[in-house]
């Protein structure tokens, strides 16, 4: 991936507030990433699909995906995005509060390339971040978009 081009990231989270901390925590990792808020799965299925209200919107080179939501929870969206050929490769990690192994399982079932558990320390939150971004957006290799 080209690294003047932003990094592509949708955010799939209802809790306004963890949506700015992830924010804030990608801006002092000072990334250059292009995020998007969804509040729950439908509203991210609608962003993927380019349906209203998003219409033209890009592709994401990743996923972070809440487990606990409204309508849609984390669970079906990944469900579905996995069992669609035109989503199925964009990587989804769960970024949620659950600890739960059940929940840990089921991801990993469904296909999620990472499973983290958000940190309720705002240092330990901003270290999961920072590791996050090193890893996904320094280490690993996306696939380009299209392919």
Known sequence: MNAAKPFVVLLVEDEPADAHLVRIALRENRLLVDLHVAGDGVEALQFLRHQEPFG????????????NMPRMDGREFLAVIKNDPALSKIPVVVLTTSDVERDVVASYKLCAASYITKPVDMEQFMAAIRGLSDYWFALVRLPEKGS
């Open 56 to 67: 033209e919107t890009p592709r994401p080179d990743l996923i972070l995906l809440d487990l």
